[in-house]
């Protein structure tokens, strides 16, 4: 028999400024879910034009990066160069070091960019690993509709009433799933056990639970879910004058210490110190930053 998970806490997440002039819904990472493992950030976020992400370094974690709205430029130290549209996807694994940039693209509307990026742990096995790109187009993502066709999952990673992702973009195993959510749907979404789970709120309210355990969530909220059980459930009010979109996030957690400094998430303070003197000294991955800048940079109003 299948088991609902609880409600461990409900936060909304406040806007701040991030990067060159970017705005950023910050959902994990903040004093209200820190290293939640495996996850270490999720940020929902905004880039005008002439803002951006310039010239900076990671090590230790992957980054995943959901674009919603507009076009994203990146580059980086070693030469990669790609672009992101709407419903695309990148998955970076920054693994012993990276320095990139990442930059909206100029469009006729003058619209901000609008995204997700989410920050995933590395298995400290893993850490000093060769940085790596893949890239999942929104043409590639497979979806599947329930409901009578009022809700819509597009399985970015992970799988959905019998739909399978199309491949494994993480070194972390996580699930990623997109769902449209129209007045009057509802879901019940399995999960992997012992998993850490979470959903953010991308658009409209969504009543989370079912039976006695029913809350109203609203948009700009993230739902935290305890680890016993193996479903949850989501639901759309009849009445309601929109649809919602809930991004459902889960991971393996990791059973090793999270110590982060800005980019650089290791497991000892050690490491720590480190990572800033590799950066600083342009070794142990972190040779080709000496002298590099990026072309995309430039464009970056400060």
Known sequence: MS??????????????????GARVRRSVGTPNL?????????DHFSVKQGAGFPDHPHRGQETITYLLEGGLDHEDFAGNKGSLGPGDLQFMTAGRGVVHAEVPQRNADGKPIVGLQLWVDLPQNLKNCEPRYRDLRGSEIPSVKVDDDRVTVKVISGQSHGIDSVKDLAYTPVWILDMEIRPGGKITQSLPANWNAFAYILEGDVIVGSDGERRVVEQYHNIVFEQKGDIVHFEVDAGADKPARVALIAGTPLDQPIVQYGPFVVTSRDEVMKAVYDYQTHTNGFERAKDWESEIGKSVIF
Do not use: D, T, Y
Not at 3 to 14: M, N, S, Y
Not at 34 to 42: A, C, D, E, T
């Open 3 to 20: 088991v609902q998970r609880a409600i461990r806490k409900v936060f909304l997440a406040v806007e701040q400024a991030e990067g060159a």
């Open 34 to 42: 820190r290293n939640f493992s495996p996850f270490l950030m999720l």
